[in-house]
């Protein structure tokens, strides 16, 4: 297909005739393309409307909306979703992402219309089953954290951060210390903590890595002072380390009056093993979509409930759910607190059912032996490519996810990027990449404890071949990579140049299938 | 365990490779205090059979909307999602993929995206949509930052016709602050948000159908608004309201937040849903969420990628538009796939059939004794004055089987004039026989 300069496609294939390419390799036009306005895969009576009741403000301007039959929309978005890679399809090694196997029980329970078909405000004697879900999630969410609340409806985790991190001010705005406005973040932190601090005009006082890639708790203590109103640390951290002061970091914040928010992406490498309420955290966000496995859907829908401390838990939002004397009550309005709530309804219901069909099919020996076979796989990985690849914070055992750094490809003309590329030709999602920024040319795998020791000895092997021919001179073999994608690299500068944000009808083409 | 792929062999050879002695070794950074110091006070793995059990018997004890006559919305609104929808969303290249981080592996989740921004730019008459949001009430309130940082001023007016979840959110966004004026609610018809402009406001915020159901003025507003220098913001609740309404872009408005969920979208107890929000061309390096655009590969084939990504936090951190980091992807793909099935045809279809089953229902209701329909306009929504306290009586309903609708009470407490006030809803799935059921027993139980 050629293109004209306004990357749109020009000449056969795009004005409503079928698709270019193969079935298998598809080059699937846009909707607008092969759709038509009078196409409808729906059938619906048609009404007449007499005399309609929209006082004057019926549409006149046009929808111009193209339309597919049900078997055009089966190809189209079949064909589309063979341009993706997935979890289902092969390993997906993204650090701090934590895509691990998606069970289908959990599909098929969020669709029982017991919990797909309820809405949030029908009579709550016609909802106890999913209040007492709600509650046994929070149970098990209190229980394996050691927490003494938990606010289930934050949408994403970091919606869950913004939360934690407005209980907190709500808290120290109820000590009467408001003039606390500093939050201390660490340098590692994921890019979502300074943007929730600085969103609650908090000013963000950074905190340095040492050299082994944790944070020191000397550190915290000179940045410590009465105008602190938290710490946001990310425990395990984003280096994939588990920060072993942490105990001294929460009384040294504590000591001063100030609270100890801890990001919970990374919960899945202690879940069932460590409980994070015993390391003297005030509030945690958990992503349940990361976690307990409810599926990334392309970006989303996430889920971030927060674990709050008894300190914290008064400052809980609304809604919640509670004991009361006819059964289970909703609480969906506080007198008297600033909380209040942070959206429409109660959060992520569907998620909360793929959470705790999850939690139940693995059970309290499952979850833990779930986080040590995630450690075990890091640490594996870790150790069969660490004589290839650089390891910058070599000190400690890795937790769930294994940081390399770029050395390994100084003098070689390829970058960071190109060797991800590559690894996309051999069949792998990439690992994260630049990131954590505390790291030059960040490489950072989490593998999961979906992945078996086959899965993981092929990626291995790969991994070694590939940093082996890059220091053999093949820079070609990166730079034009990846070659066997949907797609060869993409021409990001243009796109935000030149920004193209929706489909226009071109100027010099028919309109489709008129 | 049957998610766990190792067995206890391969977990010691995979020690052996590490040069661990045990599972333990691997946790030595945790402080021994913390590190298994406890007995969890949980079940253990429990087989597929019997955890589907626990969950259906949990599901069971719910009273779902198709078990009866069904007149719940207020924000939620249950429609017919076509088989395919579900079908194809389930699809795992769909379901298990994450953020389009590497757009050459990922242009089925891309290309979408590019076609659902379309689909809300159409439907809003708006020239640009993201990638979505949360949901319509966290969208609001990003709307509303959106809003100040465009006009560099602070107040903000939101009508009392707004949703008050939606309004709650707001003020805990933006923390009480003290240029917030938020309306009193009127159910009885329009406000007098217009007085309220002056040339300090940043914005207005209007709902329309508002949350009495009742038909708001949009270019009135936009008027006022763009006469002293503000924003108008329109929010929809009921997004299927626009295969029949006129468009908010079309009549001035310049940031558009919808809820989604109507489309494509089950009910889910309130949630997953789909915050749409589209806005003029000028304004997109100050609107919040991911943004899919349209470019070309190293071959010169067209292809998608997430863009402007210099707005958002994972570059600017605490200079970032918003802590956003993720989008509703694949509720985002559930109203692109039914929006593409509607198509023109079935979108206006869809939305004539909501409004003709609301008159129907409309009528019905002004003929029980004791019910006053408060609505001259509305679109598939409306509010009735009963001649008693609406909870009470929407319970005592839905122990006859019948989910009568919303008493306004129950989210806006402790306000005596919306004591006896119910919002229903219409959908194309509110049958003659549903509504029969429900004046008839109104008929009774207001006798």
């Not at chain 1, 060797?419 to 990439?430: N, S, V």
């Not at chain 2, 919306?418 to 429900?438: F, M, Q, S």
Request: some cysteine; aromatic content about 6%; proline content about 6%.
């Amino acid at each position: 297909m050629s293109m004209n300069n306004q990357g749109r496609p020009t000449g056969v294939g795009t004005a409503g005739t079928s698709a270019s390419g193969s079935a298998l390799l598809p080059d699937e036009p846009l909707l607008f393309e092969i759709g038509d306005t009078e196409h409808s895969g729906v059938d619906l009576p048609e009404v007449k409307l007499a005399a309609d009741r929209l006082g004057g403000f019926a549409r006149k301007s046009k929808l111009d909306l193209a339309g597919l039959t049900e078997p055009e929309a089966m190809r189209h978005y079949v064909r589309l979703s063979r341009l993706n890679h997935s979890i289902d399809s092969g390993m997906y090694p993204l650090g701090s992402c934590t895509m691990k196997h998606n069970p289908r029980l959990n599909e098929k329970m969020a669709r029982l219309p017991g919990f797909a078909d309820i809405h949030p405000l029908q009579p709550v004697s016609t909802v106890q089953g999913a209040l007492e879900l709600m509650n046994q999630l929070s149970y098990w969410l209190m229980t394996l954290t050691n927490t003494a609340a938990v606010a289930l409806s934050p949408k994403a985790g970091a919606h869950g951060e913004l939360l934690g991190m407005m209980a907190i001010k709500a808290a120290q705005e109820a000590k009467g210390e408001a003039h606390r406005t500093i939050v201390l973040v660490p340098e590692s932190a994921h890019g979502t903590n300074p943007a929730t601090a600085a969103f609650l005009g908090y000013t963000v006082k950074p905190i340095p890595a040492r050299t082994d890639g944790t944070v020191d708790v000397q550190a915290v203590k000179d940045a410590l002072s009465p105008e602190v109103a938290a710490i946001m640390l990310t425990n395990p951290n984003t280096c994939g380390l588990f920060e072993p002061q942490v105990i001294e970091i929460a009384q040294a914040v504590h000591d001063a009056g100030a609270f100890f928010y801890c990001d919970g992406a990374n919960f899945n490498a202690i879940m069932g093993v460590v409980r994070p309420g015993d390391l003297g955290i005030d509030a945690m966000h958990i992503n349940l979509h990361k976690t307990f496995s409810t599926p990334h859907g392309g970006g989303g829908p996430g889920a971030g409930p927060v674990v709050l401390s008894e300190a914290l838990a008064p400052f809980a939002p609304v809604p919640f759910v509670r004991k009361g004397t006819e059964g289970l009550e909703f609480v969906e309005h506080i007198e008297g607190n600033a909380l209040g709530r942070v959206t429409a309804f109660h959060g992520q219901m569907g998620m909360y059912v793929r959470a705790l069909t999850y939690m139940l099919s693995h059970g309290a020996d499952g979850l833990a032996q779930a986080a040590q076979d995630a450690v075990l796989n890091a640490n594996y990985v870790k150790a069969r490519l660490q004589h290839l690849f650089s390891v910058p914070f070599p000190d400690y055992p890795t937790m769930h996810e294994a940081l390399f750094d770029d050395s390994f490809l100084k003098g070689t003309d390829v970058t960071t990027l190109d060797f991800a590329k590559a690894l996309i030709d051999e069949g792998f999602h990439p690992m994260t990449m630049y990131f954590p920024l505390v790291v030059h040319g960040a490489m950072l795998i989490e593998p999961t404890e979906s992945e078996s020791k086959q899965t993981l000895d092929r990626f291995c092997d790969v991994m070694a071949e590939l940093a082996t021919e890059a220091k053999s001179g093949n820079a070609e073999r990166f730079t034009a990579a990846p070659m066997k994608a949907p797609r060869r690299r993409l021409d990001e500068t243009r796109a935000a140049r030149q920004p193209i944000l929706k489909w226009e009808q071109p100027a010099d083409l028919p309109k489709a299938a008129e | 365990m049957r998610y766990l792929p190792h067995s206890d062999h391969e977990r010691a050879d995979m020690l052996g490779v590490i040069g661990a002695s045990d599972i333990d070794a691997l946790f030595s950074a945790v402080p021994k205090s913390a590190l298994k110091s406890f007995e969890l006070d949980l079940p253990a793995h429990s087989p597929e059979f019997l955890v589907e059990a626990h969950m259906r018997a949990l599901a069971n004890q719910n009273h779902a909307a198709g078990d009866g006559p069904f007149f719940v919305g207020a924000g939620a609104y249950r429609h017919h999602v076509p088989a395919t929808v579900d079908h194809l969303i389930q699809r795992s290249e769909w379901l298990t993929a994450y953020t389009p981080y590497q757009p050459e592996i990922s242009q089925g989740t891309l290309q979408m995206l590019f076609e659902f921004q379309t689909q809300v730019a159409k439907i809003t008459g708006m020239d640009v949509a993201n990638a979505s949001l949360y949901d319509g009430s966290t969208g609001t309130a990003e709307a509303v930052l959106m809003a100040r940082r465009l006009t560099r001023r602070n107040k903000i007016v939101l009508s009392g016709g707004l949703h008050p979840h939606y309004r709650d959110v707001v003020k805990a966004y933006l923390k009480d602050d003290p240029h917030l004026e938020c309306l009193s609610p009127s159910p009885e018809g329009q406000g007098d948000i217009l007085d309220h402009i002056d040339s300090d406001t940043a914005a207005i915020v209007i709902q329309t159908p508002d949350f009495y159901g009742h038909l708001r003025n949009v270019e009135a507003a936009a008027e006022a608004a763009h006469a002293k220098g503000a924003l108008l913001i329109v929010v929809i609740t009921e997004v299927v309201s626009l295969g029949l309404l006129e468009a908010p872009g079309a009549l001035g408005a310049d940031i558009v937040v919808a809820e989604g969920q109507s489309i494509g979208n089950a009910l889910n107890f309130g949630g997953p849903y789909l915050g749409l929000m589209a806005t003029k061309k000028e304004f997109i390096r100050q609107m919040p969420g991911r943004l899919c655009g349209e470019t070309v590969d190293a071959d010169g084939n067209r292809g998608f990628v997430l863009t402007l990504s210099t707005r958002e936090q994972h570059i600017r951190r605490e200079k970032a538009t918003s802590n956003i980091c993720t989008n509703s992807g694949l509720c985002a793909l559930a109203f692109s796939i039914h929006m593409g099935l509607l198509g023109e045809a079935g979108f206006v279809r869809l939305a004539r059939l909501n409004h003709a089953n609301a008159i129907l229902l409309a009528d019905a209701l002004e003929g029980v004794p004791g019910v006053t329909v408060l609505n001259k306009t509305f679109f598939n929504e409306m509010t009735i004055r009963v001649t008693q306290p609406a909870a009470a009586l929407v319970e005592r309903l839905a122990q006859r089987g019948i989910l009568a609708g919303v008493p306004a009470g129950r989210l806006l407490p402790g306000d005596p004039e919306v004591e006896n006030l119910i919002i229903l809803a219409a959908t194309e799935l509110t049958t003659e026989g549903d509504i029969a059921a429900l004046c008839a027993a109104l008929t009774e139980e207001l006798a």
